[in-house]
């Protein structure tokens, strides 16, 4: 069997191989973003108030999302020891991981190991995900891989005729999801349910006592939180937040024209966002794609949720990426169903989605040599054996794609995580010498000593003053930092935007630089009580 599958086993082996390493490398290099920020310091905010039920942003209430990333992160914090972006975004690779897994457990339930395992693979190498998403501390991949094992347990156990399993785990999972994100998770749930059970004429299942049962666990999870919520504050405010950020990217927000742009460009911006495996979409220009479709009742369902699902966001407006990851295993599974079908046949669209995957690696291949030729990248420490590595494992991926025919999807999965070595190894770095980001972090640091020791430090009235710094400030001195609107008295410190109150005296200690349109703020003792 080995010598059968020789070529094969040696792709996933290096597959395997490269990763975690792949995934790992330079996690913890760059500076956080604004939304890795905000999640990591609502976290953090709750362990020093010892409040872990009611998050604040600057010591005021956040109502955005509820609070179960938050907690997650704090394990990850409190169990490696420190709240650090590595920490942090290692809670995003053990989800993807486990996302993965479970694409792999259910997709071999219906096809052999090779397939499930490229199933599963699409989706770490795509780019969006590979070169994007699995290197940040986001809600997004958790999230989607709660959201996408609700979508296998609805099917799996509707086969199976087990309703009150499907009811019952399927509403457990939103709970969990809604814990995470929200209403989002009710629509995925109330879309799903009505998707299947109406294509296979099983309404009366959405009367029955499971669906009730179901329904009262999704109620007893999440309103447990919610009623120790409510002993602290009200939930008027609260739920009202929650719908409000979930319906506010609608044409009525925007406008009918940008509905329209968005409505066109959506498709084409996917596919960018999605390559190498988007570039599949070739076959769906077939007549017979639906029959194709059809032949395999898991891929018949896999299509469907994904089109009504997808179609909330391709009729909403401002829609990022990582709110679709949910749906990526979905049409990737429906992509290679019919990969595999045209391949048999040997068809235009296989020959033109071979020839534009291969036209895809050229490029990246040629890159692998830039290490050895730039000497921008040539900063790097061992430069020229990590060049090495990546010039000879390209080159090794574009010879197999071309010679060893039948292991080509596995050979693209194998060139994908080498190119996200490159990226660990060349691009971080890189971008990280020259990130404004970098320069924000270290002065707000440098703030942060200087002032640890000092209790009344505040945000002054408006001052835009953007989660990243908030968090490095709020970790460096262990403390809160509030904003403040009145009541101002001479000698306590503050961090006033110099363009929205120029007449703001301090006694200034240094610049601190955020990322809004490359900005200072000042920081300083306030000298004399400003007006009102």
Sequence with gaps: MWKKNWRSTIIIASILLLLVPALLINLGLMTFIDDEAIRSLVALEMKLSGNYLVPTLNGDLYLNKPPLFNWILLVYFNLLGGFSEFNARLATVVSLLGYTATIFWFFRKHYGFRKAF????????????????????????????????????????????????????????????????????????????????????????????????????FVLLTGSYYYAYHQQQPLDDLFLKLFTESSKRTAIQYGLGSAVLHFFTFPLEMIYHFLPWSLMCVYLFDARVWEVIRRDRFITYNALVFLTNILLYWTSVEVYPRYLLMHAPLIFSVYLHLHFHHQALETWQFKTVKTLLFALLIPFALASFLPLLWDRLQVEPMHWLKGSVLAILMTASVWMYLY???????????????????????????????????????????????????????????????PTNAYYLTWERQKIVRRKHSDFRPGEYLIVSQKLYPDVRLDAIGPLYVRLENRTLRVGRLLRRPRE
């Design 118 to 217: 490229i199933n599963a693979f699409a989706l770490v190498t795509c780019g969006r995900i590979l070169l994007w998403d699995s290197h940040l501390a986001l809600i997004d991949i958790t999230f989607s891989w709660v959201i996408f094992t609700g979508f296998m347990v609805i099917y799996h156990q509707f086969e199976r005729g087990r309703w009150y399993r499907l009811f019952i785990w399927s509403y457990a999972l939103a709970a969990v999801a809604f814990l995470l994100k929200g209403l989002p998770a009710v629509v995925f749930q109330g879309v799903t349910l009505l998707t299947w059970f109406g294509y296979r004429r099983e309404w009366k299942r959405l009367l029955s006592i499971p669906h009730v049962v179901g329904l009262l666990v």
């Design 404 to 466: 060893w025919k039948k292991t080509r999807l596995l050979t693209l999965v194998l060139a994908m995580l080498v190119i996200r070595l490159g990226f660990d190894w060349f691009v971080l770095p890189d971008r990280f010498r020259n990130d404004w980001g970098s320069l924000c972090k270290e002065s707000t640091l440098s703030i942060g000593r200087q002032l640890k020791y000092i209790p009344s430090l505040y945000i002054y009235k408006y001052t835009e003053f953007q």
